[in-house]
């Protein structure tokens, strides 16, 4: 089954981490560019964070940039979402994506004391 499953949500506190984790399958993972995307209710979806297919290219949204980092295990079928410094705006259901493989459920994370 082609997919992208996500993972890694939680609450957390203002100024603290979390790692979000997307896995592949059904797909040669290793020859897609791969995406974060976040949403928030009553929002479209904004790219975070996007990495090439060897990792050689990575590129952030400007209002993640010094706080997140995005990376891949190839050999895990897995992209990685670090994320630090979190805010209560950084709240939102986040989702990876690769061109047309199809959108997973999402990860919801929320940043509130």
């Known amino acids: 089954q082609v997919q992208l499953v996500e993972s890694g949500g939680d609450l957390v506190q203002p100024g603290g981490s979390l790692r979000l984790s997307c896995v592949g399958s059904?797909?040669?993972?290793?020859?897609?560019?791969l995406t974060w995307y976040r949403q928030t209710p009553g929002k479209e979806r904004e790219l975070v964070a996007g990495i090439s297919p060897q990792s050689s290219e990575v590129n952030y949204a400007d209002f993640v940039k010094g706080r997140f980092t995005i990376s891949r295990d190839n050999s895990k079928n897995t992209v990685y979402l670090q994320m630090n410094s979190l805010e209560p705006e950084d709240t939102a259901v986040y989702f990876c994506?690769?061109?047309?493989?199809?959108w997973g459920q999402g990860t919801q994370v929320t940043v509130s004391s």
């Open positions: 059904g797909f040669s993972f290793s020859s897609y560019g």
């Open positions: 994506h690769a061109p047309r493989i199809p």
